[in-house]
Structures are given as structure tokens and as C-alpha cells.
């Protein structure tokens, strides 16, 4: 599975907006770009996912850039809920079903 | 949205017994189970796939005998952990994937084994 890199950890103020950094310089045309998120002492949770335009739901937004190395997680207006650990996990659909987990950001929301 | 339980969520045994964690699907059918362990401030690491009716597939360094994998059941895959020691002491999170979604893996609440 191709790598990706974040930042070990990040801090935002409660209401404001966080963008979450991802690199994936070598992703393949077939890669999925995915987003889970832990919450203290429970498992994870699916966040978003895309392939190359922008998307958006409830959670978050996904931006994707044009040449697919890079991409940044979105939350409008974070709030202390939001307090998690975020994973930038690459998935080819058509590959192994398994999600392989890096170390992710550790994001930080002060009141 | 789609419900993993396990259970128990916590469990504390001594050292050479054996301990087994339940993975449930509560509302829809999983074809595929995972099962993952996480340190203390670390990120996970996969363990085993389990599919319904055949044999898991573990992940390199993982003994297979240690770690027995059933999936009897297309909602139910349990974990036992054989002759535990205090190393084996860490939480337990499996995931399941539906039938029809390949990009959403719903994630059970941990199972916390402390080993004395």
C-alpha cells in the first residue's frame, strides 16, 4: 500500500476551522483516499473518502489536490468533540480489503 | 449506521489462561471481519482478515496459534487470545465490512485485555 505522512499532532481553538494535511506523493491511479478518525478508548470511525473531485458530508470535507499527492481534511467548525486522532489511509478498490493504519494526527481542540 | 459490538469491553486474566473476544455485526451481514491490537499512544496494527466459512489470513509475525480466529457466522468473529502473557495486554478493536459498501469499514468499541 502506498505511504502517507501527517503531521504527529495539530491544535485548534473550539468553532474555528481545522484543515488536516495529508502527503501521498506516491499514489496510484487506483487509490482511494480515506479518512477515519479515533476517539479517545474507542475504535475508529469513517470520516470520508474520495478519489479526485472535492467531496463533502456532514463530518467534513475532502479537498483533493489537482495531482492527487496531497489532500486536506476539512472540519468547518470544530468543536471539543472533534478531539481525535485523524488517519489519512490510501485503499485501491480492487486491491486487498484491508485498511492499513499510519500514525496519524493527533488533533487538539481548546475551549 | 451499521453497528459493531464486542464484548466483553474489558477483561482482566492471569497469565496461561486463555481469553476470547466476541465481534458482532449487529445489523447487517459482514463477508469480511478484521482484527486489530493498539498500544498505549500508538496507532493500529492488523492482525488477521477473517471471511465467513474459511481459514483467516494473518498479517506477518502474527502466530496464528496464539491468536485463534473464528467466523462461524456472517455476524459473528471472536478472537481468542491462547496462554496469554502480560506482553498480550492491549486493545482489541475488530471491523467489520458489509456486503455492499467496499469503502466503509464499520468499527467495533475495543476490548481492553489486561494481563496479570
Known amino acids: 500500500d502506498a505511504k502517507t505522512t501527517q503531521p504527529n499532532s495539530m491544535e485548534s481553538n473550539e468553532e474555528e476551522p481545522v484543515h488536516l494535511p495529508c502527503n501521498h506523493s506516491t499514489i496510484s491511479g487506483t487509490d482511494y483516499i480515506h479518512w477515519y478518525r479515533q476517539l479517545p478508548s474507542q475504535g475508529p470511525e469513517y470520516v470520508i473518502h474520495?478519489?479526485?473531485s472535492n467531496v463533502n458530508n456532514r463530518m467534513a470535507s475532502l479537498a483533493i489536490a489537482e495531482d492527487r499527492k496531497s489532500s486536506t481534511l476539512i472540519l468547518h467548525r470544530a468543536t471539543l468533540r472533534d478531539a481525535a486522532v485523524y488517519y489519512c489511509?490510501?485503499?485501491?478498490?480492487?486491491?486487498?480489503?484491508?485498511?492499513?493504519f499510519g500514525q496519524g494526527t493527533r488533533l487538539t481542540i481548546n475551549p | 449506521g451499521a453497528v459493531v459490538s464486542q464484548h466483553p469491553s474489558r477483561v482482566i486474566c492471569k497469565s496461561g489462561t486463555s481469553v476470547k473476544i466476541e465481534c458482532r455485526s449487529l445489523?447487517?451481514?459482514?463477508?469480511?471481519m478484521f482484527w486489530y491490537r493498539q498500544f498505549p499512544k500508538q496507532s493500529l496494527m492488523l492482525m488477521a482478515t477473517?471471511?465467513?466459512?474459511?481459514?483467516?489470513?494473518?498479517e506477518q509475525g502474527v502466530e496464528k496459534d496464539k491468536f485463534l480466529i473464528n467466523h462461524a457466522s456472517l455476524t459473528l468473529s471472536t478472537l481468542t487470545v491462547t496462554s496469554a502473557h502480560p506482553e498480550d495486554s492491549s486493545f482489541y478493536i475488530c471491523?467489520?465490512?458489509?456486503?455492499?459498501?467496499?469503502?466503509?469499514?464499520?468499527f467495533g468499541p475495543g476490548t481492553r485485555l489486561t494481563v496479570t
Open positions: 474520495g478519489l479526485t
Open positions: 445489523d447487517f451481514q459482514a463477508t469480511t
Open positions: 477473517s471471511n465467513e466459512g474459511s481459514k483467516a489470513t494473518y
Open positions: 489511509i490510501l485503499r485501491d478498490p480492487q486491491g486487498a480489503q484491508k485498511l492499513v
Open positions: 471491523s467489520a465490512r458489509g456486503i455492499g459498501g467496499w469503502y466503509e469499514q464499520y
